[in-house]
Each structure stands twice: as structure tokens, then as C-alpha cells.
């Protein structure tokens, strides 16, 4: 008998082509009236979303038959976990795979900003190096980096910026007891320690807005956030004011409020540097996400246990 997956959005391509290639997909997106083209698929079990889009009440109060969404990313915030344990319905993430990336995001913004790597391409390119050389710029010794959350991809963070001779902490809801690096279990406190926040948490709400305002401050004018986890976890506003005024010397964002809308102020700022949420986004880190979306779902079929279940 075929196998039925109904796809809520589009996936990185070759992933949805090696799920075409196993399985009848019906893709809600091209639907012209995607709630009657649910009320034709009541009947589905397996689902595949995406981390930025999740899966909502709606979709699955029009699924009562669903049992797992197979999804595409780690993080979990767009969904309702405890709901869909309710309803019966497994959410299956792909952790691991992308950590590594992730991490080497976190630097590669923190580094942007402290040694000014776009700022000084912008130097060259605009042909000012002619009449002068270009400011000097913040160093990485010494540096004290406060990572906010240390999961997974925390800690992928920490042991990077060991190698940049820095000293680290942590926040987060408990101490790691595994872990040698300081804990704070106050975030203003880890901020007024450090020179550097990085959000490396999930977002959600437990975390909305964690980097708070008070947070932030309390880095001091010398002070620069990074942000890899989400747009949600820290006071965007707050953020913007304290750059803009000179309370916060910079920031490396790769996660915002409303993806992809990135204020304009932020645009303008030559202390900011910005990515388009690319912190897994390599060839072969995506390509072993999909795979675990793939993997997942031809468990379930073959009634095997599920290699990344989440609740
Ligand atoms: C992706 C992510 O941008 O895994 C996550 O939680 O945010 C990223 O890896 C996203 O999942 C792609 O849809």
C-alpha cells in the first residue's frame, strides 16, 4: 500500500525529492483552499514541517487520525508540545546533526563583530584604505563570554571560545552539575561578569525575552550580543536602543522578531553584523537534517521506534 505524508510547507529540496521518490506527498501549500484540501486528508498519520512554521491547533484539530510530524530543525518552538503529546501526536526534531554549525555561527558573528570583518570589507571595497588605515578594533583575549543556555550547542560555543583564550559562564534554568564552567542562575548578574552575551537557547515562551533590557545594560558600553538561538529570547527593542545610543558597542544577529523583516535601523548600524538565520544552513549540515526527517518517518512506517522523538 502507498504511504501518505502530507507536507504543511516546502522542505529543502533534496530532502522533499528522496520523500517523493518513497512516498505519495501532498503538499498543503499548493492548495488553492488548503482547509478543504484538509478536510480531503483527514484520513493522514505522518506530517513534515519546519522549525520556523511548527504545527497549529487548527491543522491539527482538521488531522485526527495524525500521529507524527516529522520536523525539519532542532528547535521546537512553534509547536505545542504538551498539546500534541495530548492529541497523540509524536514531534520528531533534528538535533546533533546541526550543532556544530550552529556554534561555528555563533564565532563567526561574535569574531565579525570584535575584529569588524565586515566593516573592513566594506573599508576596502569602498576604496577609503587609500586615505588611511581603518580603525583598530576590540580583541578576543580576555574576553568574558556569558552563554545563555548551555545545551547542546551552548557548550559547541564554549569549547570554541576556549580557543580564543577567553574565560566562559553560563546561565540557565539549572546548573550543569557535568560542567566546570562558572554558573549564574541570575542573567543580569552573568551580564554585568561578562563582556559578551551569546543566546544559545531554545526559544519559546520559558524564554521570551530573557536577554532583557537589564541584560543587556548590564554588559556596559564596551559590551557585544550575539544572537543564534531566536528572535524572541531577547528585548529587540531594548537592543536596538542601547546600540544606538552607545550603551552596547555591538551585536551579531543571525535571528530576529518577524523573520525576515529586519529593522532598518539595524540595517544601519556599521556595528551590527547580520545573517539571514543561516546558523545550520551548509550543504551538508541540511542534507543530514533531511535525513533525519527521512529516517524518522520510514521508522514509523516500519513500526520501528523513532530515531529523534521529542515528546
Ligand atoms: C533552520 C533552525 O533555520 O533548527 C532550527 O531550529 O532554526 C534552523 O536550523 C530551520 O529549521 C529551517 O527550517
Redo the contacts with the bound molecule.
Keep these: 500500500m502507498a504511504t501518505e505524508i502530507l507536507m504543511l510547507n516546502p522542505l ?1 529540496e533534496p530532502t522533499q525529492a528522496a520523500l517523493e521518490a518513497g512516498h505519495t506527498c501532498h503538499k498543503l501549500w499548493e492548495a488553492a483552499d488548503p482547509a478543504a484540501r484538509l478536510r480531503e486528508l483527514a484520513h493522514i498519520e505522518v506530517c513534515t514541517s ?4 511548527g504545527i497549529d491547533a487548527a491543522t491539527m484539530d482538521a488531522l485526527p487520525n495524525l500521529k507524527l510530524v516529522s ?7 512553534t509547536y505545542d508540545l504538551k498539546d500534541c503529546t495530548r492529541r497523540g501526536v509524536t514531534v520528531t ?2 538535533p546533533d546533526v ?1 550543532t556544530l554549525d ?1 556554534a561555528d555561527m555563533a564565532l563567526a558573528l561574535l569574531l565579525g563583530v570584535v575584529r569588524q570583518v565586515p566593516y573592513g570589507d566594506r573599508f576596502v571595497r569602498e576604496g577609503r584604505w587609500r586615505a588611511g588605515n581603518m580603525r583598530l578594533t576590540q580583541t578576543m583575549q580576555d574576553k568574558k563570554i556569558g552563554i545563555v543556555g548551555m545545551g547542546r550547542i551552548g557548550q559547541a560555543i564554549a569549547s570554541r571560545c576556549l580557543a580564543f583564550q577567553t574565560e566562559i559562564a553560563y546561565f540557565g534554568p539549572r546548573r550543569k552539575t557535568d560542567l566546570d564552567y562558572r554558573y549564574f542562575d541570575d542573567i543580569v548578574a552573568l551580564g554585568r561578569w561578562a563582556d559578551v552575551l551569546i543566546a544559545a537557547c531554545p526559544g519559546g515562551p520559558a524564554t521570551y525575552r530573557v536577554v532583557s533590557r537589564d541584560a543587556l545594560a548590564a554588559l556596559g558600553p564596551e559590551g557585544i550580543f550575539v544572537n543564534i538561538a ?1 528572535g524572541s529570547v531577547v528585548d529587540q527593542d531594548a537592543l536596538i536602543e542601547l546600540l544606538s545610543t552607545s550603551q552596547l558597542a555591538g551585536a551579531g544577529l543571525d ?1 530576529f522578531d518577524n523573520e525576515p523583516d529586519v529593522p532598518d535601523s539595524l540595517k544601519a548600524m556599521e556595528q551590527v553584523v547580520l545573517a539571514p ?5 551548509s550543504v551538508r ?1 541540511r542534507l543530514a ?1 533531511g535525513q533525519l526527517v527521512i529516517d524518522n518517518i520510514a521508522a514509523w512506517f516500519a513500526g520501528k521506534p523513532l530515531v529523534t522523538p521529542a515528546n
Design positions: 529543502y519546519q522549525s520556523g512554521a520536523n525539519f530543525g532542532v528547535g521546537l518552538d526534531n533534528t546541526l550552529v531566536r535571528v538565520h543561516q546558523g545550520s544552513a549540515t537534517m
